[in-house]
């Protein structure tokens, strides 16, 4: 009882900072993102170091979490809109690297220097990119309701539909090797529930397009992609958590991993839709 209710007040305290700083100022999200870029950049290392793998300062990668989001954002918030536009559309190759990195990282071997490199650069891609990704699609949203809050929304659907699903009706595993709590009576809950919220938002809160219908059938797999992804980069460093600063859930990392991956696909959804759109009728 005394966990579940560390937990709950734990997840209230994280959704309020969350909701808050998006309702209340541009600047808001800017500061609270930079500093889950950081802590995330940490605690991403940490899982390295605990194998010995990594071998630069968990400081000084938090330090550098936090210069690289600000680097990234400081010049777009004071660009005009098609500078922006251009480089938010050249962020998302940056997402190319975590594949040549995750391709390296289960065929190749190299020296320890290299591996630090890779490390570093992978973490940078993993953590950094997709919150600079998120804030971007803030800073450039034309909805008098915040997209950026309509994708927590979704997100947050998903994870607690889906643990509910999975804990009332939950017997086949969805992959037992890496999250064997994890079921697909759970991301089908899930899945279905954020399909619904979805569409609610479309009719409720916009033009009633479909698009955050589509956009809910997109972020809910890539959510679960992200969480299985953690779990499986807590499972090859042996670790239960990735930190302690969320009592009763855990890490930074524990808590946005299924953002790291929904944000990037929700924003390849948009580059899509904004193409489809222009398109003669």
């Known amino acids: 009882m005394k966990t579940l209710l560390t937990r709950s007040i734990s997840g209230l305290i994280f959704v309020a900072i969350i909701i808050g700083s998006i309702l209340w100022s541009e600047k808001a999200v800017l500061i609270v993102f930079a500093i889950i870029s950081g802590i995330g950049l940490y605690e991403f290392h940490r899982l390295y170091q605990s194998q010995k793998t990594f071998n630069l300062s968990s400081l000084a990668t938090a330090l550098i979490g936090t210069t690289s989001f600000i680097s990234f954002i400081y010049p ?40 630090n490199l890779w490390l570093l650069l992978f973490g940078l891609c993993y953590v950094v990119v997709p919150l600079y990704i998120g804030v971007l699609i803030h ?127 929700f924003y390849l959804w948009h580059i899509i839709y904004k193409y489809l759109e222009s398109l003669p009728s």
């Open 76 to 115: 777009i918030y004071f660009l005009n809109q098609t500078v922006q536009q251009g480089l938010i559309d050249s962020s998302a190759l940056i997402l190319v690297l975590f594949v040549l990195y995750a391709l390296y990282q289960l065929w190749i071997d190299r020296s320890a220097v290299i591996v």
């Open 139 to 265: 800073l450039t949203d034309e909805n008098a309701f915040p997209s950026l809050l309509v994708i927590f929304i979704l997100v947050w659907t998903n994870d607690t539909f889906a643990y509910l699903s999975g804990n009332l009706f939950g017997k086949h595993k969805l992959i037992a090797r890496i999250s064997p709590n994890k079921t697909w009576e759970g991301f089908i809950g899930g899945f279905v529930f954020t399909i619904i919220v979805g569409a609610l938002l479309d009719k409720q809160l916009f033009d009633g397009n479909s698009f955050w219908l589509w956009a809910a059938i997109i972020v809910s797999p890539a959510a679960v992609i992200g969480d299985l992804f953690e779990s499986l980069l807590k499972r090859k460093n042996k670790v239960k958590d990735t930190g302690t600063i969320m009592p009763g859930h855990g890490g930074i990392l524990d808590r946005f991993d299924a953002m790291f991956f929904a944000l990037p696909f």
